[in-house]
């Protein structure tokens, strides 16, 4: 696997996280961190498209 593979499959999984993450609390009605998790999302989504330009 090439290094620029690792670091796809390293934010894909970080994405992963923070999406069930966010889905957790959510349904807890925590929606003061799961907004806080949607801005991480976003900045996580930044950097993947980033990276693949």
Sequence with gaps: ???YDLR???????LNAARDEQR???ARGDTRTAE???AW????????N???A
């Design 1 to 3: 696997m090439k290094a």
């Design 8 to 14: 796809v499959v390293d934010l894909a999984d970080e």
């Design 24 to 26: 957790l609390h959510v």
């Design 36 to 38: 806080l998790l949607s």
């Design 41 to 48: 999302i976003d900045a996580l989504l930044d950097e993947w």
């Design 50 to 52: 980033r990276r693949r």
